[in-house]
């Protein structure tokens, strides 16, 4: 752990892969500039690569004021360790007060490991970041401006704040698309601090043989309209429903975790906190009862219709038109509908 | 060459089947009503250990950590086919985080002993973090490898596998001893075997033991039901049936990085969920409203 570094930056991890920046990294470095402006410190995000100091002026566009670059070949693909070592050692170094993670596997691959090395707590797929005090009900005494790490927990029933008020640096993990994605201001200025870190033998222990990657099949972000399912569909055969649906008024397919555990469709279609967080013109839920967490991923929709037969389901709470029925009936009923218009 | 796997495995709450009553009047959670489980991925963690002893010899450790009812996960492992079960049970424990729990597995796999492997499930279905694994995998200085797939070659101390990163996937090669999470799409878990359900549903920790003799002699001296327990162990440690049951004090942990004052992370505020019921326009399950609402929306240049 370091010692509370009031003065301490506001970092981001800056997630690449094949010389392009995962877009959670983005996103973090627009909430690590409100975070920043809040605590009157700096925002800054840590990349590790080789040959992607190019990548410096995205991050800086989207809000970093300073770009920690570390240009290495053992760095040119991800391997746990010496990543690890590279962020540990500038933690160490520069003492942030706050370090941010984008919840991708690789994010939880890494994170877990800095926080173990460093003692420091470590929160995972946050909904919200605030800065906020917190006073200790024992002793009374008073932390100011932490950063409050806001989580859905225990299936959804309850939304728990966490702190970490004495290990610092305080550390989050935060999901691709929770936080909005800004445009970026190419005219933002930054500076670039190249850093150099060295490896042992056991850093490098680990050898990449061959690796793969497949381009996204399906971009739920972009899309206008979603047409997502739930349990409620029942099985992987009226799943179908969902696809024509979405083909009817040409959009994309959504899930429910349900619908993603029970094998209906794949877990790229899941929509929610562990899954994608989206902001469509037009959500369709059908069959989704709405836990908390899906609605965490969906609910800034501009337009929700739910389909669900259960009036009570928590979904209607969030939707703009609800219709309680059957889907398997509901469902037809809207192609065919459309398809008249069309 | 033979391989030793220990295996981490927790007793989660089934989240999955959470029903109205989990919240209490006061907005705590009322854990009784849920029925707790095998957390699903530590299945397959445990089918990837039993598949390597099974191909190469060796054995098998499983370990939780827990109050004393999670003993029945070592119990559903041992029907399964494990060599050794233990639990890490101590009140001093509670509250931990991921990174107290970390701590507190690495010292009891330290005093579990030799290894080779140590297995985990991804994540747990109570807390979703996925962070154990690779926070234990640094407390014993181990290589963690993340969404383990498959092993593609093992021999003597090199292993070759495959993860799979959601979108792609990537093949290793790394030395033992190492730690691995292992994907639910890793395999099949076996179901318990009927035999060993037999043989070894009489299987008790130091604990449970004494709550069952205390049960069964409520009226009985504190002498007399000491000395029960004492025929009760050295009866299931003849018949092979004692889960072995550690405190922090045998495993040698160091409590300033346990529990809650080894846990970094606080819990601050926890809100039970209140909905909002927000007005929203209810239309009949009808052909004649479905295309009103779809002429509204193309109206409105929602649609097309």
Sequence with gaps: MIEQNRKGEVWVFAEQEDESLNEVSLELCGKARELADRLSVRAAAVLAGWNVRELSYRLIAHGADKVYYVHDTHLEHYRTLPYARVMCRLIAKHKPQIVLYGATPLGRDLAPRIASEMRAGLTADCTDLQIGDYTEPKTNAVHKNLMLQIRPAFGGNIIATIINYDRWPQMATVREGVMRLRDGDPKRSGEIIEEKVEFNDFDLVVRLIERHREKRKINLKAARTIVAGGA??????????????????????????AAVDGGFVGAEHQVGQTGTTVRPALYIACGISGAVQHRAGME???KIIAINWDREAPIFSVAHFGIVGDLRKVIPMMIKAIKERA | MSYHCIVCVKQVPDTSRITGDVMKPDGTLNRAVLPAVFNHDDLNALEAALSVRDSHGGTVTVVTMGPMGAAEVLRESLYRGVDRAVIVNDRRAAGSDTLATGYILSQAIRKIGRYDFVFCGRQAIDGDTAQVGPQLAEKLGLVQITYFEKILELSDRTVRLRRNVGNGWEVLETRLPLLLTVLDTANEPRPAAARRVMQYKRARTVGEAACEISAAMPDATEQKRDAEQAVRIEKLKMNDLLIEQWDLDDIEADLQW??????PTKVHRVQSIVLTKEGYTELPPTEEGIRGLIHELIVDHTLG
Excluded: M, P, T, Y
């Excluded at chain 1, 979405?246 to 899930?255: E, I, K, R, T």
């Design chain 1, 232 to 257: 409620g569909v029942g099985n992987k055969e009226d799943f179908q429903l969902i696809h024509d649906l979405a083909g009817a008024v040409g959009g994309a397919v959504g899930a429910s975790r």
């Design chain 1, 300 to 302: 800034e929709s501009a």
């Design chain 2, 258 to 263: 346990c529990g809650i004052s080894g846990s």
